[in-house]
């Protein structure tokens, strides 16, 4: 029968969820197939398209009956934010597997929330792609020698627009502390995985287009608002240095609304015999500079290869790119293998409790002008 799985919200991530439950079994014969018994969304009219394109056995409008249901083993929680410590406390308290979105509802407080015996795996996708679990062998294994500094960037223009709608995503009571939750979460995630503990921080915040047309309809996406003015209540951009319990330096910059920018997410990691490059956008790529001379080493380029993290499980050989999808099937499959053997793997709830708590942090360091120390 396969492990019974609902999916609850439908926006861009539920629908990439499902793709993934849909594609998991082609890639890894070892996890056991999904029977997609439920989908929720309360968008009218959204979950019985969802059921009919991907055939989900069940359309719903509410969540709550699906809390418990014997026919449901996990959950996809895709909804908004401020609803995942609601939805992750139920179906947690229920016996239900959770694979939830970052950033795990508004607050490190909302993340720690989810209390019971079962799997929790978290959305901090970047940290599959195999270019990057190959960067973090290098820097793990001194490849690089010891990390000395480091700078990682998230920076798109989705909201760039000043005509963007108002949605939740603006709004601090359901879209939390902003770009922080939203890009903020992965970056916070992505050091911490290849190079360990923060120590303490310093930030600074900004929101540089702090009015937006209210939306007159359901939104889905970045649509434009056609509505009255609303203020922007959460941040566009934040700056932030970081300590590392390692003795590192780290800069992270995240902004939502950077003119021409489009997903530019990556990282430069300098150590003390070399340094590697990566971006999000050339994701089988891995630029990695060292040699016994310091000064003047040439970048080559590294194509990730089935030896590196899950690539194997997609293609046979280097070079050929992998998608953003195929990091939500790794993700899947990570999240099943964890269901099934009762042993987490890949990003976990622990993961998203301590991006949480940097972030928040983050928020702090910014409003005193000062550093935090995480504990």
């Known amino acids: 029968m396969g492990v019974g799985v609902a999916v609850v919200g439908f926006g861009w991530m539920g629908r990439a969820h499902t793709q993934a439950y849909a594609r998991v079994h082609h ?81 490190a407080d909302d993340a720690r929330a989810i209390v019971g015996d079962v799997q929790v795996a978290v959305g901090f996708n970047y940290r599959n792609a195999p270019a990057v679990e190959k960067a973090r062998e290098l820097v793990a294994n001194g490849g690089i020698g010891a ?36 890009l903020g979460a992965h970056g916070v995630d992505l050091i911490r995985f290849l190079l ?17 047309p209210r939306p007159t309809t359901a939104t889905a996406g970045h649509e ?28 992270l910059d995240c902004s939502r609304v950077a003119v021409g920018e489009q997903n530019s997410y990556g990282f430069e990691i300098h150590g003390t015999r070399g340094a590697l490059f990566w971006d999000f956008r050339r994701m089988g790529e891995l630029g990695v500079a060292g040699g016994p ?21 997609f293609q046979p050989g280097a070079g050929i790119p992998l998608s953003y999808d195929d990091l939500k099937v790794i993700e899947a499959a990570r999240f099943l293998r964890s269901v099934s053997d009762g042993t987490p793997y890949g990003a976990t709830l622990v ?25």
């Open 196 to 212: 360990g503990e923060i120590g303490s921080l310093v930030a600074d915040t900004a929101v540089f287009v702090p009015f937006r």
């Open 27 to 107: 890639h890894y014969s070892d996890v056991e197939p999904v029977r997609l018994v439920a989908v929720a969304d309360d968008v009218p009219g959204r979950a019985e398209q969802a059921a009919r394109r991907y055939g989900f056995e069940e359309p719903a409008v509410d969540w709550r009956p699906l809390v418990g249901d014997p026919r449901v083993q996990a959950v996809s929680i895709t909804a908004p934010n401020f609803l995942h410590r609601e939805m992750g406390s139920a179906f947690a308290a229920a016996g239900q597997h959770i694979w939830i979105e970052k950033p795990v509802g508004l607050t």
């Open 293 to 313: 001379d310091y000064q003047d080493e040439p970048v080559r380029t590294v194509f990730a290869g089935p030896r590196d993290g899950d690539f194997g499980a």
């Open 147 to 182: 990390v000395t500094h480091a700078r990682f960037r998230f920076l798109s223009d989705y909201a760039a627009h000043p005509d963007g709608a108002l949605s939740w995503r603006f709004e601090r009571a359901r879209g939390g502390n902003g770009v922080l939750g939203d």
């Open 224 to 251: 434009r608002g056609s509505g009255e003015p609303g203020p922007v209540e959460n941040d566009d951009y934040f700056g932030c240095l970081l300590r590392m319990v390692s003795g590192a330096r780290v800069v």
């Open 351 to 375: 993961d998203a409790i301590r991006a949480a708590e940097a972030l928040d942090a983050m928020e702090e360091s910014a409003a005193s002008r000062s550093w935090v120390a995480l504990h």
